[in-house]
């Protein structure tokens, strides 16, 4: 894994869902990044990483933090194919970008997946808005320890908007105006 603070590597990808052109890390300077790399046939980021990601996506201000899913298959190839892929996007109506990651040349790994020396999936990347590595964790993290190591990220950057309680009742709680 590269080291903490360290520039987050490139990602390599073959294709993009639910963005109109592909993302690189260089294109979202000024934002932070939660990158989830998932398998959909890999029922922890089915059950948990995926809905944890939309969760974020909900949560955060869009202006603050990106939500990017990348699919690194490394098992499974001939069920996990772009157009399966797509039909399950649609399905579990994920709407944040989600790029597939490019085949591996050394061994089963996919490159991106590879080059952060992910150890599986789920994987979760926190990058803060210069870039860096901040945070990778293999496996289910709970909630509100994502939550709070992003609004450490979001707070250490500069002029960056944070999640404030939401000034109607949309979001299922009632705030008092100020």
């Given at each position: 894994m590269p080291s903490l603070n360290d520039p987050a590597p490139s990602w390599t990808t073959t294709q993009w869902f639910n963005?109109?052109?592909p993302l690189t890390l260089e294109g979202l300077r000024g934002k932070a990044v939660a990158l989830y790399?998932?398998?959909m046939l890999c029922p922890g980021c089915v059950s948990q990483a995926l809905p944890?990601?939309?969760r974020l996506r909900e949560t955060f201000p869009s202006e603050a933090l990106e939500v990017v899913g990348l699919h690194s298959v490394f098992e499974h190839h001939q069920a996990n194919s772009p157009a399966t892929l797509e039909a399950f996007l649609h399905e579990y109506r994920i709407d944040f970008p989600v790029g597939i990651d490019a085949p591996g040349s050394e061994g089963p790994l996919p490159r991106t997946m590879f080059d952060y020396r992910m150890r599986g999936t789920p994987t979760l990347v926190l990058i803060d808005a210069?870039?860096?590595?901040?945070?990778?964790?293999f496996g289910h993290a709970p909630d509100l320890?994502?939550?709070?190591?992003?609004?450490?990220i979001l707070q250490s950057a500069p002029n960056q908007p944070t999640a404030t309680p939401a000034d109607d009742c949309a979001a299922g709680a009632c705030s008092?105006?100020?």
């Open positions: 963005t109109a052109k790399a998932f398998q944890q990601a939309q210069e870039g860096r590595l901040r945070r990778q964790v320890n994502v939550g709070a190591e992003i609004t450490r008092i105006p100020t």
